[in-house]
């Protein structure tokens, strides 16, 4: 007779074979997408920054993002030890971390290709990560049936799936925030030295994962408070003999115990050294000094220098926390048509409702229904049958009060923490909703079929974005294809479209046509044997452009850049930018006969220096680019690419009536082509 397992243990081990699929399914598709792309605006000084920390102990390189990620995404080059730039350069010196990086990835005789797969590779465990807590919370609350589907339909989600397979911060911090919520909460319901460790271990992680971990304080608090009122065990910090003062201190010496633990786990991963910068390389200084960077948060500014200079805490991670500081003051944004620096309250509900599929808002709605239902036939004490949930609610309101009341709206990459609540909450409906319109339930059919249902209805929206999950926008929105009217950056655009820019060159061979390229991101476009002129780059890194007039022909325009979201001064085309255009547009035939060379050109030095042409020039090309632009954005584009990168296909006659014509012209020509047909095709 062949042993056979117990029968308590076979629905265990279904379980766990299921979720196992579903962690397989996810990582392949993640992984077989991330080929298609080069990489994103983040990832190259994520995976540089990660190296230069674990090989050379120096933190100069991205200190503002979170080390433990970084390392992570970096780990296995200490077996591949790829090389490394010159540390006598004066990018390196400065701590210039993109100009470093772009040395490392494209200068430095390295494999970008492989860098950038391994980082991504690695970082397809905080995606499963995240699954597996879905998993796990799911069936705690609604059972191994609901844990099944739900995790499936996280699996199957673009939104999950963009950022698995991205080098970033991103993922591990969606996990850490649940994670690091639901084990304070489970610690202060059963607080002893394990659900302590459990708790502290994971919060410390969280501080060296992103500086946004801040958030987790106030989460902290309102759980202790709601934990007072809740229900009372007989023994412990919460013990009936115990007065609220007791209680308070008890409090208080477990949060404290938090915040001890979290200082040894960041001083552990800057190598419990305080000095930024490695003693064994040479000295440099910072890209920016600690008075600017604080200058926009005063109030910060005595306890950082106190922090710093009584050494509480290493150098590096104060002085990443004071550069995300004063950048989340103001940063340029685009949102349906509109720029801005310092945000919009809706950013971030509109880019929920724009990028999540329609069964998760459906989800969405239902949940809501089935929790309606559920408080009507509930009959024991609802306030504590609902204190169960405080971890993921606590989350919820801190972090969505903390969302749309920031000036930082770059990505809808920044809710990432929110879907897992939302996966894990959906398991009521595959509990609740049979049991609404009592259906059967011996069978479990109705699970199935319902389940069912829902996974199809996931994977359909899966399967007509792949691979390019990130550029997902629902048909609610007006789908991907008009995602870049929507939003743009991190949201649809991040420079992962290179590779499409080639597939598309060899799909349309037209050697007749020249191609000008506008590039947002941190690619390379000569690694992928893309032949165009630049007219625009960002960020640009120490690149020299060639001078040039525009002629008729192919344009890829990176949508972030068609809509202008770092301009300089982040504001649409106006009077001003009219004048100054039509002032420089006089000087185009000495800018062509200059072509980049005023120092050749001694007649024209009478009137202006070198520096002055240089920066005329740099202007003239960012106005001239700028008022294209205003004209593109209400033509429909030839072909998309990822649907992040457009192609437009312009004559001469359209692009002098573009930049040539007088602004009444320039406005009757928008006027006339607003509105037209769009129906690229996508690349």
């Known amino acids: 007779m062949s042993a056979q397992l117990p029968k308590s243990i076979r629905p265990q081990l279904g379980f766990y074979l299921a979720i196992a699929v579903w962690l397989v399914v996810h990582s392949w598709i993640a992984l077989s997408a991330s080929v298609h792309k080069s990489t994103t605006n983040d990832e190259i000084a994520h995976i540089t920054g990660g190296y230069t920390f674990n090989q050379l102990q120096?933190?100069?390189?991205?200190?503002?993002?979170?080390?433990?990620?970084?390392?992570?995404?970096?780990?296995?080059?200490?077996?591949?030890?790829?090389?490394?730039?010159?540390?006598?350069?004066?990018?390196?010196?400065?701590?210039?971390?993109?100009?470093?990086?772009?040395?490392?990835?494209?200068?430095?005789?390295?494999?970008?290709?492989?860098?950038?797969?391994?980082?991504?590779?690695?970082?397809?465990?905080?995606?499963?990560?995240?699954?597996?807590?879905?998993?796990?919370?799911?069936?705690?609350?609604?059972?191994?049936?609901?844990?099944?589907?739900?995790?499936?339909?996280?699996?199957?989600?673009?939104?999950?799936?963009?950022?698995?397979?991205?080098?970033?911060?991103?993922?591990?911090?969606?996990?850490?925030?649940?994670?690091?919520?639901?084990?304070?909460?489970?610690?202060?319901?059963?607080?002893?030295?394990?659900?302590?460790?459990?708790?502290?271990?994971?919060?410390?992680?969280?501080?060296?994962?992103?500086?946004?971990?801040?958030?987790?304080?106030?989460?902290?608090?309102?759980?202790?408070?709601?934990?007072?009122?809740?229900?009372?065990?007989?023994?412990?910090?919460?013990?009936?003999?115990?007065?609220?003062?007791?209680?308070?201190?008890?409090?208080?010496?477990?949060?404290?115990?938090?915040?001890?633990?979290?200082?040894?786990?960041?001083?552990?991963?800057?190598?419990?050294?305080?000095?930024?910068?490695?003693?064994?390389?040479?000295?440099?200084?910072?890209?920016?000094?600690?008075?600017?960077?604080?200058?926009?948060?005063?109030?910060?500014?005595?306890?950082?220098?106190?922090?710093?200079?009584?050494?509480?805490?290493?150098?590096?991670?104060l002085y990443g926390f004071s550069y995300v500081l004063a950048f989340s003051l103001a940063r340029g944004a685009f949102l349906d048509g509109q720029l801005g620096t310092e945000g919009w309250i809706d950013f971030f509900p509109r880019t929920f409702l724009y990028k999540s599929t329609p069964l998760e808002l459906l989800m969405l709605a239902v949940m809501l229904g089935v929790l309606v239902w559920w408080w009507r036939k509930v009959k024991s004490d609802k306030l504590q049958s609902i204190y169960r949930w405080t971890p993921g609610i606590v989350l919820l309101i801190v972090y969505w009060t903390f969302s749309i009341t920031s000036n930082l709206n770059i990505g809808h990459r920044h809710i990432l923490p929110t879907y897992p609540l939302l996966f894990i909450a959906s398991g009521c409906i595959i509990w609740g909703l049979p049991r609404m319109v009592n259906l059967n339930l011996r069978s479990g059919i109705s699970t199935a079929v319902l389940g069912g249902g829902l996974l199809i209805a996931q994977f359909s929206?899966?399967?007509?974005?792949?691979?390019?999950?990130?550029?997902?926008?629902?048909?609610?929105?007006?789908?991907?294809?008009?995602?870049?009217?929507?939003?743009?950056?991190?949201?649809?655009?991040?420079?992962?479209?290179?590779?499409?820019?080639?597939?598309?060159?060899?799909?349309?061979?037209?050697?007749?046509?020249?191609?000008?390229?506008?590039?947002?991101?941190?690619?390379?476009?000569?690694?992928?044997?893309?032949?165009?002129?630049?007219?625009?780059?960002?960020?640009?890194?120490?690149?020299?452009?060639?001078?040039?007039?525009?002629?008729?022909?192919?344009?890829?325009?990176?949508?972030?850049?068609?809509?202008?979201?770092?301009?300089?001064?982040?504001?649409?085309?106006?009077?001003?930018?009219?004048?100054?255009?039509?002032?420089?547009?006089?000087?185009?035939?000495?800018?062509?006969?200059?072509?980049?060379?005023?120092?050749?050109?001694?007649k024209l030095l009478d009137g202006a220096s070198v520096e002055e042409w240089h920066h005329a020039w740099d202007l003239y090309s960012e106005l001239r680019f700028a008022r294209l632009c205003e004209y593109l954005k209400t033509r429909p584009p030839e072909a998309m690419i990822g649907y992040s990168i457009l192609i437009f296909d312009l004559k001469q006659i359209e692009l002098d009536q573009a930049l040539g014509s007088d602004l009444p012209a320039l406005i009757n020509l928008i006027e006339e082509k607003a509105g037209k047909p769009r129906n690229p095709e996508i690349y």
């Open 461 to 602: 929206s899966l399967a007509a974005i792949y691979p390019h999950h990130l550029a997902y926008f629902n048909a609610l929105s007006g789908g991907a294809s008009r995602g870049y009217e929507r939003l743009v950056d991190s949201s649809l655009d991040w420079g992962q479209d290179l590779p499409g820019i080639a597939k598309y060159s060899v799909a349309t061979s037209d050697s007749s046509a020249p191609a000008y390229l506008a590039y947002f991101g941190t690619g390379e476009p000569a690694h992928y044997q893309i032949e165009a002129r630049t007219i625009m780059r960002l960020p640009r890194f120490d690149l020299e452009f060639d001078w040039f007039p525009l002629r008729a022909g192919k344009y890829a325009i990176s949508a972030t850049l068609l809509q202008h979201a770092y301009r300089q001064n982040h504001q649409p085309w106006s009077a001003e930018s009219e004048a100054t255009y039509q002032n420089l547009r006089n000087l185009e035939s000495s800018f062509w006969v200059i072509n980049g060379h005023p120092e050749k050109h001694r």
């Open 58 to 317: 120096d933190f100069r390189v991205q200190p503002e993002n979170g080390v433990l990620p970084q390392r992570w995404h970096a780990l296995p080059f200490a077996w591949t030890k790829p090389n490394y730039p010159d540390h006598e350069a004066y990018a390196w010196n400065r701590g210039l971390a993109y100009q470093v990086s772009y040395d490392f990835f494209y200068r430095s005789d390295n494999d970008p290709d492989d860098l950038l797969f391994t980082g991504r590779a690695m970082n397809v465990f905080w995606g499963l990560a995240v699954l597996v807590l879905i998993a796990l919370l799911t069936r705690h609350f609604f059972g191994p049936p609901a844990a099944i589907i739900t995790t499936g339909i996280a699996a199957l989600s673009p939104t999950l799936l963009a950022h698995s397979a991205l080098a970033t911060s991103d993922m591990a911090m969606a996990f850490l925030f649940v994670a690091s919520s639901v084990a304070f909460w489970r610690h202060l319901n059963a607080p002893n030295l394990r659900t302590f460790a459990l708790s502290s271990g994971i919060f410390g992680l969280a501080c060296v994962a992103k500086f946004s971990a801040v958030m987790l304080l106030p989460m902290m608090a309102l759980m202790m408070v709601v934990r007072c009122f809740g229900q009372t065990p007989v023994s412990g910090v919460w013990s009936t003999k115990n007065t609220w003062v007791q209680r308070v201190t008890n409090l208080s010496g477990w949060w404290a115990g938090h915040g001890l633990i979290a200082m040894i786990v960041i001083w552990a991963f800057y190598g419990f050294r305080f000095s930024m910068m490695s003693p064994d390389l040479p000295d440099g200084s910072m890209p920016l000094a600690w008075e600017h960077i604080l200058s926009a948060h005063p109030g910060w500014e005595p306890i950082i220098f106190a922090l710093r200079d009584f050494r509480i805490l290493p150098e590096a991670f």
